[in-house]
Nanobody, 122 residues
Framework: QVQLVESGGGLVQAGDSLRLSCAAS????????MGWFRQTPGKEREFVAA????????VYADSVKGRFTISRDNAKNTVYLQMNSLKPEDTAIYYC???????????????WGQGTQVTVSS
């Protein structure tokens, strides 16, 4: 069974950096898309970034473009989200997800991690 385990969240100040990790297991992900979403209380889950594992192509939300980078380590079966120049509005629970389709709509993603909290203070 597919398992996605996030780590790396925490409390930082505006302008700082964090790197989130998502360890994936349970199947071969070479044909999957891997993505990061985030959610704050009372709001819908929001797309952040995604990549297609096999070819490495990436897509980003406009709000994080130029600040966040998604990448993968094939040997470790792990996907990363490097977050630079963090802003208070980046505060959210960040979720890792996997899907056969690379889309920006959360209901289309099949597998989800438990989430990791990122808090950015001003």
């Amino acid at each position: 069974q597919v398992q996605l385990v996030e780590s790396g969240g925490g409390l930082v100040q505006a302008g700082d950096s964090l790197r989130l990790s998502c360890a994936a297991s349970g199947r071969t992900f070479s044909s999957y898309a891997m993505g990061w979403f985030r959610q704050t209380p009372g709001k819908e889950r929001e797309f952040v970034a995604a990549l297609r594992w096999g070819v490495g192509s990436t897509v980003y939300a406009d709000s994080v473009k130029g600040r966040f980078t998604i990448s993968r380590d094939n040997a470790k079966n792990t996907v990363y989200l490097q977050m630079n120049s963090l802003k208070p509005e980046d505060t959210a629970i960040y979720y890792c997800a996997a899907s056969m389709l690379l889309t920006t709509t959360s209901p289309s993603w099949n597998y989800w991690g438990q989430g990791t909290q990122v808090t950015v203070s001003s």
